[in-house]
């Protein structure tokens, strides 16, 4: 009897230890509705929204050692190349494409983009 | 021996029953070859086709596919980036570019596959005691090296408005029940019922190199759903 209480105690520890450090595939931090607000107002305030949802996700991921979700790291940086913050924009490209070697080919013709945009700046 | 005969029959009468009942069903690989051979990783969203009567159904509907399709282990290229990039390519109309050679979109982006979807539906329609909210997709995955279709699918959401079926309180729960669908079919709810008609085909698309599901579902069955056309 008791042997068998032992071992439903080890299984049923099993079981929830499995199901404790089961972590999230991504953390998106409302990444939808927040693009949603974005298309649907497109102001000054949904843009705000925006940059904090995408620095969100990338802390929770970073957090909790998971990988940043496709994306987030690319628009960050578009936000940033909008205004003409081009080596913050380089910084979150070249994240982008550390992370997904899917995104090289793009990544690269904007980062080119924000280094022409680097150089005019500093010509002017 | 006279029991044994009794349970044959009930169970290969429950048998008939049961399969007379279930669709018919397909495996991912024989349904959808072309996404075991090619193996797109990466997918590029094209701005949606607008076939409903709801002119911002396209923006708001584009804002609800690219989260699932990454938890299916697809890199999905950001859509406000790439939206905006088409944009300036003068590219708006989805449409345009489906019969179109899909390697442009290979050279450009780096993009293995391109997703077109379809609006068919984004309306509510009202009858006398109902109203039914829709919103009806279609969608296919085209390869960008051989412009060949990888995987197609529609998905269909209908949701009545009228709270179930609750019809009691005469006039007044009418006006009550029309109020209710006014304030109900906030565009909002039309991105919550784009979810579930995502989620319906998105969960049929063989998974993509993050997921850890990756060319491992090839017999998973599936409900033959595939357009008519």
Same mark, same amino acid.
């Given at each position: ?124 | ?63 609800? +596919? ?52 379809? +609006? ?54 009418? +006006? ?6 006014? +304030? ?46």
């Amino acid at each position: 009897m008791k042997k068998i209480l032992m071992t439903m105690l080890a299984v049923a520890a099993l079981l929830m230890s499995g199901c404790a450090g089961k972590k999230p595939m991504y953390e998106y931090a409302g990444y939808s509705e927040s693009f949603y607000n974005l298309k649907q107002n497109g102001d000054a305030q949904a843009t705000e929204r925006w940059k904090t949802t995408l620095e969100e996700s990338i802390e929770l991921s970073n957090a909790q050692a998971i990988r940043i979700p496709p994306g987030v790291n690319a628009n960050l940086g578009y936000l940033y190349l909008k205004i003409n913050s081009t080596d913050k924009a380089i910084f979150y490209f070249e994240a982008e494409k550390k992370l997904y070697p899917e995104s090289t080919v793009f990544m690269e013709k904007l980062i080119k983009k924000a280094e022409l945009m680097k150089e005019s700046k500093g010509n002017s | 021996m006279k029991t044994f005969l009794k349970y044959l029959i009930i169970s290969v009468s429950a048998f008939v029953v049961l399969t007379g009942c279930t669709p018919k069903m397909v495996t991912k690989a024989e349904a959808f070859p072309g996404m075991y051979n090619e193996k797109p990783r990466s997918l590029l969203v094209m701005p949606p086709i607008n076939e409903s009567t709801a002119a911002d159904a396209k923006d708001y509907y584009a804002t609800t +596919i690219e989260v699932p399709l990454a938890f299916h282990g697809f890199y999905v290229f950001p859509y406000e980036l790439t939206s905006d990039v088409l944009k300036q390519q003068g590219i708006y109309d989805s449409e345009l570019l489906y019969d179109m050679p899909l390697n442009k979109f290979y050279e450009y982006f780096g993009a293995d596959a391109v997703l077109f979807t379809k +609006i068919k539906k984004w309306d509510t329609s009202y009858m006398v005691l109902a109203s039914n909210l829709t919103v009806s997709i279609d969608a296919e995955i085209k390869s960008t090296r051989s412009s060949q279709v990888l995987w197609k699918y529609n998905g269909t959401v209908v949701v009545d408005l009228s709270g179930g079926g609750n019809s009691g309180g005469g006039l007044a729960g009418l +006006i009550a029940n029309a109020v209710a669908t006014a +304030i109900n079919t906030a565009a909002a709810d039309y991105t919550t019922y784009a979810k579930q008609a995502n989620g319906r085909f998105v969960g049929s698309i063989p998974y993509g190199y993050y997921h850890p599901g990756y060319l491992k579902d090839q017999q998973v069955q599936l409900v033959d759903q595939t357009p008519a056309d």
